[in-house]
């Protein structure tokens, strides 16, 4: 199978705290990946620093055979769907206009072609017939929908979401993680940092656990049932005691 992200020796740090320690990772098309861990443990900074929103202070990084450093980081970036925690969505313009937006600006489509896909991207989340609404007059539930549809409609060969429920109420959860689902049962490459124990058990094809800053453990969903690590026991009973 074709590996369209492999990571080589990541390394991050925040002045002289390091946060990702030499992290390996390859990851094939179509391939959904859930990244876990405790709070502090290096996972979001690790996702977000395969596209330089954190820039890596050593390793190497390829996506879809090109190799990130600053000459090519725009045309990866340009692959490369990012959901955010907190949406970020611009309240002053329309649900379809935050889509539209990057779609002209960055990916230099027309605003017709950008419309279009603007409203196949909400069509897939179901939030088409809120394309004229904004933001404020949405659940948060919709707005992530939303910014889910935004990276949906750059039509990227790798989708990452970074805690993409944790923002939400509990009773909102749900219908991101439908959306979810749905996107992962297409064949979209994913990589996702969450908490959503169920969601990996029915989505994953792998779980990779963070601690420390590194990868302590990895494997099939199953892992979830029976860790081979004492760490990720512990992260599992207290995130199941969370839950209760």
Same mark, same amino acid.
């Given at each position: 199978?074709?590996?369209?992200?492999?990571?080589?020796?990541? +390394?991050?740090?925040?002045?002289?705290?390091?946060?990702?320690?030499?992290?390996?990772?390859?990851?094939? +098309?179509?391939?959904?990946?859930?990244?876990?861990?405790?709070?502090?443990?290096?996972?979001?900074?690790?996702? =977000?620093?395969?596209?330089?929103?954190?820039?890596?202070?050593?390793?190497?990084?390829?996506?879809?055979?090109?190799?990130?450093? %600053?000459?090519?980081?725009?045309?990866? =970036?340009?692959?490369?769907?990012?959901?955010?925690?907190?949406?970020?969505?611009?309240?002053?313009?329309?649900?379809?206009?935050?889509?539209?937006?990057?779609?002209?600006?960055?990916?230099?489509?027309?605003?017709?072609?950008?419309?279009?896909?603007?409203?196949?991207?909400?069509?897939?989340?179901?939030?088409?017939?809120?394309?004229?609404?904004?933001?404020?007059?949405?659940?948060?539930?919709?707005?992530?929908?939303?910014?889910?549809?935004?990276?949906?409609?750059?039509?990227?060969?790798?989708?990452?979401?970074?805690?993409?429920?944790?923002?939400?109420?509990?009773?909102?959860?749900?219908?991101?993680?439908?959306?979810?689902?749905?996107?992962?049962?297409?064949?979209?490459?994913?990589?996702?940092?969450?908490?959503?124990?169920?969601?990996?058990?029915?989505?994953?094809?792998?779980?990779?656990?963070?601690?420390?800053?590194?990868?302590?453990?990895?494997? %099939? %969903?199953?892992?979830?049932?029976? %860790?081979?690590?004492? =760490?990720?026991?512990?992260?599992?009973?207290?995130?199941?005691?969370?839950?209760?």
């Amino acid at each position: 199978m074709t590996t369209i992200v492999s990571v080589r020796n990541l +390394q991050v740090a925040y002045g002289s705290l390091e946060v990702v320690k030499g992290v390996d990772l390859d990851v094939s +098309q179509g391939e959904k990946v859930v990244i876990m861990g405790p709070s502090g443990s290096g996972k979001s900074t690790f996702l =977000r620093s395969l596209i330089w929103l954190v820039r890596p202070k050593a390793g190497s990084i390829v996506i879809d055979q090109i190799e990130v450093s %600053p000459r090519t980081l725009m045309k990866v =970036r340009k692959r490369v769907g990012f959901v955010f925690q907190h949406y970020n969505l611009f309240p002053h313009l329309k649900v379809v206009d935050n889509i539209v937006l990057p779609l002209v600006k960055v990916h230099g489509l027309s605003r017709a072609e950008a419309v279009e896909r603007a409203l196949e991207a909400l069509r897939l989340v179901g939030l088409e017939e809120k394309a004229t609404a904004y933001p404020l007059q949405l659940s948060g539930g919709q707005q992530q929908r939303v910014a889910i549809a935004r990276a949906l409609a750059i039509r990227p060969k790798v989708l990452m979401l970074d805690e993409p429920t944790s923002a939400l109420d509990p009773e909102l959860v749900e219908e991101v993680l439908q959306v979810l689902e749905n996107i992962a049962r297409s064949g979209t490459t994913m990589l996702i940092v969450t908490h959503e124990v169920d969601f990996a058990l029915d989505v994953a094809d792998r779980v990779v656990f963070f601690e420390g800053g590194k990868i302590v453990e990895e494997g %099939p %969903p199953h892992i979830l049932y029976n %860790p081979k690590t004492e =760490r990720f026991r512990q992260f599992l009973r207290r995130l199941h005691r969370k839950i209760s």
